[in-house]
């Protein structure tokens, strides 16, 4: 007996980008996703069908789907998207915010009147606009730091506006684009000069169809929650279900003063409060919010500071990169719960997390003397024999230009699942020798 037909889709790997470069910056974290929601899914006796880049074919071998479509290069992606879509009763949608990307997808499915297990049309408007979440904050009187619109300009960026909500925000300040999706082109400025230089030099050009804002920077521990809501009324006092709380590795490079998000850990390391403490705070906090609207399975970002003060700074309507490592350490199936969710039930106050998992972009560059097409041949089913927590494979998304041969660089994506962070530890460094051993010099790998 066939299960219900499920469409499954990520939009980096699934074609978004068939006619222009994948980002490498989100590619590992999107086929990550992909591959474990679909699993989870599988488990539950869907049908699953989803879409994949004719240049990462080659991986259709790792899902579980029961049908994978190749998207060529030369073919009409919203046609092939839409059919997917008619052809299935569910959908479920990964995609990022920015240019309504999210938006039109999911758009499409309501269109077609499809039971979208994904986060609603709603959510998605709310968390798509950092102004219209800071606003949603400000409203239901929730911590969140001071946020500003930057005016539009032809081909640069306001610099007296800009600086002038510097000097208020007592010299540091974020600046980010108000659709953006993780940590791309998020900026951090502790200095006038560092501003002005920004400004004279912003690529208006490249940004045109973009607007920015400007928020006061909290110096804290950035942390993140993975919730699940369900439709609310007055019998089933459904409050939306906090799944964990995360921790974020954000790097800064201090020339460009750009951050970049590598991962992450749940529960978090080293906080300055207990894990139940935490918890209780930010649930209270919730209940001042209307996030049944939302439904489904998103995440809201935040800053811990020293003093035990939280401040909410953006939420995530979409399947978050946590989600890769929670189902490990989860003590039920994390699809189960969407599941639940789109029916309107949700299971306790909280869910058992058994252990400890770290969730990493993995970076390398091969040092070593094997010829290029015989490690190309060789790396996919080693490494994953070697390091089954590899979720995304080692790949090298260039690897058709002449400069990427000769750099021998790749990336993937892993899930560590341990009992302690001792040997969440250990797991790391018997990763990294093996690695070292093959003739790989890791670039990228983050530990607690």
């Known amino acids: 007996m066939v299960g219900k037909k499920l469409f499954i889709f990520e939009f980096i790997t699934g074609g978004g980008f068939h006619k222009e470069e994948i980002p490498c910056s989100l590619f590992s974290e999107g086929f990550s996703m992909l591959r474990s929601i679909i699993e989870d899914f599988k488990s539950l006796n869907f049908h699953i069908s989803t879409l994949l880049d004719e240049r990462i074919s080659f991986l259709a071998e790792y899902l579980k ?84 619109l930057i005016p539009p300009m032809q081909d640069t960026i306001d610099q007296t506006f800009i600086l002038d909500k510097f000097e208020e925000f007592n010299g540091s300040c974020i600046i980010k684009p108000e659709d953006g999706v993780g940590a791309d082109y998020t900026f951090l400025f502790e200095e006038k000069s560092e501003l002005i230089h920004f400004c004279k030099n912003f690529p208006g050009e490249e940004y045109s169809n973009r607007r920015f804002i400007i928020q006061n920077y909290i110096k804290g521990k950035p942390l993140s929650i993975s919730v699940i809501s369900a439709p609310f009324d007055e019998s089933s006092q459904n409050f939306p279900l906090i799944l964990s709380i995360n921790s974020q590795s954000l790097s800064l490079d201090a020339s460009t003063h750009q951050f970049t998000y590598s991962g992450g850990f749940t529960p978090p390391p080293l906080l300055d409060m207990d894990y139940p403490e935490l918890f209780e705070i930010i649930r209270t906090e919730l209940k001042k919010m209307p996030l049944n609207e939302i439904r489904g399975y998103f995440g809201i970002d935040f800053i811990l500071e020293g003093e035990g003060q939280i401040y909410f ?69 080693e490494t994953l024999m070697k390091i089954p927590e590899l979720i995304t494979p080692l790949i090298s998304l260039r690897a058709s230009s002449d400069s990427a041969k000769e750099s021998k660089r790749y990336a993937g994506f892993l899930a560590i699942a341990s009992a302690s962070y001792d040997l969440l530890n250990s797991r790391i460094a018997e990763i990294t020798r093996y690695l070292e051993e093959k003739g790989f010099k890791v670039l990228s790998f983050k530990r607690p």
């Open 65 to 148: 789907a029961d049908t994978v479509q190749i998207l060529q290069k030369h073919e009409n992606f919203k046609k092939i998207y839409t059919t997917q879509v008619k052809d299935c009763q569910y959908c479920f949608i990964i995609g990022p915010e920015f240019s309504n990307v999210l938006f039109d997808l999911t758009r499409v499915a309501k269109s077609q009147h499809k039971k979208i297990l994904s986060v609603g049309m709603e959510g998605i408007q709310l968390g798509s606009s950092k102004m219209k979440t800071y606003q949603f904050f400000k409203r239901h009187q929730i911590n969140t730091p001071a946020t500003y």
């Open 313 to 381: 700074i953006e939420l995530n309507p979409r399947l978050t990169t946590p989600y890769v490592g929670l189902r490990k350490i989860l003590d039920c199936n994390l699809a189960q719960l969407i599941l639940d969710a789109y029916k309107g039930i949700l299971q306790g106050n909280f869910r058992k997390l058994n252990g400890f998992c770290s969730y990493s972009k993995l970076e390398v560059q091969y040092v070593g003397k094997n010829d290029g097409d015989i490690l190309e041949g060789q790396l996919i089913p």
